[in-house]
C-alpha cells in the first residue's frame, strides 16, 4: 500500500521561499529600468574581471606608463654570482674567485677584511644536488692553507664523519656571495 506525503509546515515555507525568491529575480529583471543600477547601488568588490565581459575588459586596459626612477642602491658592500668552474658572472665590490677544485673556493674583496665581515653563501644557478649540506664559509685565515690569508674560504660538498675522522667530499656548484 503506497502512503501519501503528508505536507508540512516546512514544505509550505520551503515552497513560499522559493516563489518569493524567483519572483523578485524576474520582477527585477522585467521592471527595472536599463542602465538603472549605477556605482550607489553596488557594493564594493561586487564586480570582479570574471564578471563582466572580455570587451568591457579590453576598455579597462590603457597605455603603459613611463617607466618609474631607478630604486635606491643596494647596502650591501660586496656580493657576486659564481658559476660551477668559479667564473664570476656579476659582481659589486670587485671581488675576486679563485677555484681549488672540489667545491673549494677562495673569495678576496679589496678593502674589506674577512675577518671582521660575515658573508652569506646560497647555492644556485643550475641544477644542484638536493642531497648536498649547507655551504661553509670561513673566515679570513685562510682553508685549511689553500686560501691565502685575508680572503674568504668556501666549500660546498659533503661532510662525512667516521669514528674520529672527518671527511669532506667537494662538489663545484655555482653559487651567489653577499657581504652586507
Known amino acids: ?13 520551503s515552497s513560499l521561499a522559493l516563489f518569493i525568491a524567483l519572483g523578485g529575480a524576474s520582477y527585477a529583471a522585467i521592471a527595472l529600468p536599463a542602465a538603472s543600477v549605477g556605482t ?3 557594493k ?24 618609474g626612477s631607478p630604486g635606491a642602491p643596494g647596502t650591501a658592500r660586496a656580493y657576486g654570482q659564481v658559476a660551477a668552474d668559479g667564473t664570476l658572472t656579476i659582481s659589486k665590490g670587485n671581488p675576486s674567485v679563485t677555484p681549488l ?15 671582521t665581515a660575515r658573508a652569506e653563501v646560497t647555492l644556485g644557478g643550475g641544477a644542484v644536488d638536493p642531497d648536498a649540506a649547507a655551504p661553509a664559509v670561513f673566515d679570513g685565515s685562510g682553508l685549511a692553507g689553500a686560501c691565502p690569508v ?5 666549500e660546498l660538498g659533503k661532510y662525512t664523519v667516521s669514528g674520529s675522522s672527518v671527511g669532506f667530499t667537494g662538489a663545484n656548484e655555482p ?3 653577499l657581504i652586507p
Open 40 to 42: 550607489r547601488q553596488l
Open 101 to 115: 677544485g672540489a667545491g673549494r673556493y677562495c673569495i678576496s674583496t679589496p678593502g674589506i677584511d674577512p675577518s
Open 175 to 177: 653559487f651567489f656571495f
Open 44 to 67: 564594493n568588490h561586487a564586480v570582479t574581471l570574471v564578471k563582466i565581459s572580455a570587451g568591457a575588459r579590453s576598455a579597462l586596459q590603457g597605455q603603459q606608463g613611463a617607466p
Open 150 to 154: 685575508g680572503t674568504l674560504s668556501v
Open 1 to 13: 500500500m503506497l502512503r501519501r506525503p503528508r505536507i508540512t509546515y516546512a514544505n509550505i515555507v
